[in-house]
């Protein structure tokens, strides 16, 4: 099976290596091919994700994915390599699993999917200017990918606990998060087996911190997506531990929730776990289940050790191990 690896900006360029080498370590004869896309790349070429890239991520089985980084201004001719390979490839269900890891930054009994949808919404791109003292964005909600996004969150929740929480703010957003709305509960009438509830964004937010274990599959669209699912990652570590996965017909590419993260870049204290539950992620896509498992009961016994790296660390005087060291350790369990 080949794998393609787009490690990116920032400490992407640290925790994709880390991963690679635990997926190698398997020997279940994955092959890697490397490719190149953002902030960096576009730089020094003009391109953020140059068509190459795009080809390799189709000719391959499955594409695990480090950050990009975006600057917070407008860029002339550069756009989110992530957001742009998301909607090449229509990868439109964004997997997010919160689960509980062993260790006092993780809440215990955790096991939740967030599940966004991941081509539609604010991130369609639609921005304008009106006479220099507005700006609009269009938000985009369709019938058709609502639908698909929904069934996927029921699919999931058949083999899970059997509920799921639609989540919108169609009090106020009534067209586009109405129909969000009704779409999902069209295709919850197909699922009889599955319980189907709903929860207003904001509350849902509020709720995310004090009642998380309640849930089991919450479905959104994108941009409440991204948001919440940042702040459930809290709820087990942070960013630094969070995986997710990009789902399409054809395609897959999995990605550490976290970004580029310029604040601890290149210094080698990057935590490698999202990267390496976003490749066990990749694992299973490849009905690879059982070296799937090793790879998420090693990060288990490590984090139960007791090696943690510095965001996971709540005692002061305790400066973390570094990506290598946290990497190694998990090399060793396997
Ligand atoms: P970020 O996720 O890069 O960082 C947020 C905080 O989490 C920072 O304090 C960072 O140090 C920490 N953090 C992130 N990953 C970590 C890791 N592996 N280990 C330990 N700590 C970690 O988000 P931020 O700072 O808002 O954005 C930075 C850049 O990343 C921006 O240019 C943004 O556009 C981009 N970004 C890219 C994403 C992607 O490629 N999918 C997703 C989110 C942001
Ligand atoms: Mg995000």
């Given amino acids: 099976m080949r794998i393609c690896t787009i490690p990116g900006d920032g400490v992407g360029q640290e925790v994709i290596p880390a991963a690679v080498r635990v997926l190698d370590a398997l020997q279940i004869g994955l092959e890697f091919l490397h490719a190149d896309a953002g902030f960096e790349h576009f730089q020094k070429t003009g391109d953020a994700i140059p068509e190459t890239t795009l080809e390799t991520v189709r000719a391959c089985d499955a594409t695990l994915f480090g950050a990009t980084a975006s600057p917070l201004t407008r860029v002339e001719g550069y756009r989110s390599p992530i957001l742009a390979l998301r909607q090449a490839l229509d990868l439109y269900a964004n997997l997010r699993p919160i689960q509980s890891l062993p260790g006092a930054f993780s809440r215990l009994n955790l096991d939740m999917l967030i599940v966004r949808e991941n081509t539609e919404d604010l991130y369609v791109g639609r921005e304008r200017v009106e006479n220099d003292d507005a700006a609009i964005a269009e938000r985009v909600i369709t019938r058709r990918a609502s639908e698909r996004i929904a069934r996927i969150a029921f699919e999931s929740a058949g083999c899970r606990r059997k509920r799921v929480t639609i989540v919108h703010k169609a009090n106020v957003l009534k ?65 630094g531990v969070a995986p997710s996965g990009n789902i399409g017909v054809t395609n897959a590419v999995f990605e550490p929730v976290h970004g580029s993260a310029p604040d601890i870049a290149g210094k080698g204290i990057a935590n490698p776990i999202g990267a390496i539950l976003s490749a066990a992620m990749l694992l299973d896509y490849l009905k690879q289940s059982e070296a799937a498992t090793r790879v998420r009961r090693a990060v288990q016994r490590v984090l139960e050790f007791g090696t943690l790296t510095r965001d996971l660390v709540s005692d002061l005087g305790h400066a973390g191990v570094t990506t290598e060291e946290m990497t190694r350790a998990i090399l060793q369990q396997l």
Avoid at 178 to 188: H, I, M, N
Avoid at 191 to 205: G, H, I, K, P, Y
Avoid at 212 to 233: K, M, R, W
């Fill in 175 to 239: 067209m586009t998060d109405g129909l969000f709305r009704e779409t999902c509960f069209q295709v919850a009438r197909e699922f009889s087996n599955v319980r189907a509830d709903e929860m207003l964004v904001d509350a849902m937010a509020m709720r995310l911190v004090t009642n998380p274990q309640d849930y089991d599959v919450i479905v959104t669209t994108n941009l409440f997506g991204d948001i919440l699912s940042d702040e459930a990652s809290a709820l087990i570590g942070g960013l």
